[in-house]
């Protein structure tokens, strides 16, 4: 009797559900985007993807749902570059036909197994959204920094394609990754991996104009395996935090902000912040007010070493140079470091707190989907009152000797 009064109820239910206006219960009802494994019976009827990520501050890339596929959209596949499109076909679902916009864009079934990650910003985000277990490939193993990444590694699913900065298109071929994300650069390994059948997609999170919209990216990644409702949590409370820590800073005091440069200078010329970058954005939410800030620049220029004197000679604080052991050490590579203010008054700071013995920092591969805690950082450094009570997590400043 409990079998048939079961059975009775379930028809009951969908009888109501049609009834209402849905011509799809079953489908209605499953709960979330498959995250692993591939759809075994396909219903033409059913959305998929019922998780979607809403982009809120991040320019640089686009999704558009459709019941069974995502096409995704990287604005500037890399510097000064056209734009790609890439549909992203949920596993076990038949792959759309393309043509018109999507003619020639390159197909990516998820949630994907097997991950190539080129740059070390990458594996943050899947640390933040848990999935370690599909990253297989990294450029460099000796760059792997945190005890989650570490080890992943150690169980030996994680091949070094590109130890010498150089990619081993054969290599990458021979793994037969589900993709491989390039960090923005364009490479000769591309095609040859393309032509192979493996997707090569572009992560180019670093051209963002802020910080927030350089760690929404964690939704990008999201993407490819079918995360997003993670995602979506993730960065809303990341944000939050971030925007509670601008407010106390931006109430500051015109006159408490400091006067920020940044970069080092090589064989005469000094690479900066662009004044569009997401830096820039930072040391304005921080509180502080940019040397730079006029630049049009969203990247990392270049400029004279003595024009960096002329508009950096009385900034208050320098940071985000780096390689110094001491103060002492600075004027041995540059003598003229003598002429900034930040230099004699040793308000030179760097994010090498946290770097092992073979050279990872910490700060390349977390920092990008934690802001909050960079901005925390930066505002300790130029109004220290407001956070007594904070330890730094990435910056120091550079010793004496």
Same mark, same amino acid.
């Given at each position: 009797m409990r079998?048939?009064?079961s059975r009775t109820c379930v028809f009951a239910l969908i009888a109501a559900a049609i009834v209402a206006g849905d011509a799809s219960p079953v489908?209605?009802? *499953?709960?979330?985007?498959?995250?692993?494994?591939?759809?075994?019976? $396909?219903?033409? &009827?059913? #959305?998929? $993807?019922?998780?979607?990520?809403r982009i809120e501050d991040a320019v640089t890339f686009s999704v558009q749902y459709h019941a069974s596929y995502k096409v995704v959209t990287v604005r500037e596949a890399n510097p000064a570059g056209s734009s790609e499109r890439y549909v992203l076909v949920q596993c076990g679902t038949p792959a759309p036909r393309l043509e018109g916009a999507l003619a020639g864009a390159q197909v990516v079934t998820v949630p994907v197994t097997s991950f190539f990650a080129s740059s070390t910003t990458h594996l943050s985000l899947l640390v933040g959204l848990g999935r370690l277990d599909v990253l297989t490939g990294v450029s460099r193993l000796r760059e792997l920094i945190g005890d989650a990444l570490i080890a992943r590694a150690a169980t030996g699913h994680v091949r070094e394609f590109a130890p010498a900065s150089v990619i081993d298109a054969e290599l990458v071929v021979s793994n037969r990754p589900s993709l +491989?994300?390039?960090?923005?650069?364009?490479?000769?390994? $591309?095609?040859?991996i393309r032509a192979a059948g493996i997707p090569v997609v572009a992560n180019t999170e670093w051209l963002e104009p802020t910080a927030l919209a350089r760690a929404e990216w964690l939704k990008y990644l999201? +993407?490819?395996? =079918? !995360? !997003? %409702?993670?995602? %979506? &949590?993730?960065y809303g409370r990341m944000k939050a935090r971030y925007q509670a820590l601008r407010a106390r800073a931006s109430a500051q005091p015109e006159s408490t902000r400091p006067l920020v440069m940044t970069g080092r200078s090589t064989r005469g010329t000094f690479t900066i912040a662009g004044g569009r970058s997401y830096v820039a954005a930072l040391i304005?939410?921080?509180?502080?007010?940019?040397? @730079?800030? #006029? =630049?049009?620049?969203?990247?990392?220029?270049?400029? #004279?070493? !003595?024009?960096?004197?002329?508009? *950096?000679?009385?900034? #208050?604080?320098?940071? =985000?140079?780096?390689g110094w052991p001491s103060l002492?050490?600075?004027?041995d590579d540059e003598p003229r470091y003598a002429a900034f203010k930040a230099y004699r008054q040793k308000q030179v700071w760097v994010y090498e707190r946290r770097v092992t013995p073979?050279?990872?920092?910490?700060? @390349?591969?977390?920092s990008v989907s934690h802001p909050d805690v960079v901005l925390a950082d930066l505002v300790k450094i130029f109004h220290p009152s407001l956070l007594p009570d904070r330890s730094f997590e990435w910056y120091m400043r550079v010793p004496e000797r």
């Open positions: 079998v048939l009064v489908a209605r009802a *499953a709960a979330g985007n498959v995250t692993k494994g591939c759809v075994h019976t $396909f219903d033409g &009827t059913a #959305d998929y $993807f019922q998780d979607k990520v +491989l994300m390039s960090g923005g650069a364009s490479s000769p390994a $591309f095609p040859v999201a +993407l490819f395996v =079918n !995360e !997003e %409702q993670r995602a %979506q &949590t993730i304005q939410d921080a509180g502080g007010r940019y040397v @730079w800030a #006029d =630049n049009s620049s969203v990247g990392a220029p270049s400029v #004279d070493l !003595e024009a960096q004197i002329v508009r *950096a000679a009385n900034a #208050d604080v320098w940071i =985000n140079g780096g002492t050490a600075m004027l073979a050279g990872a920092n910490d700060y @390349w591969s977390r």
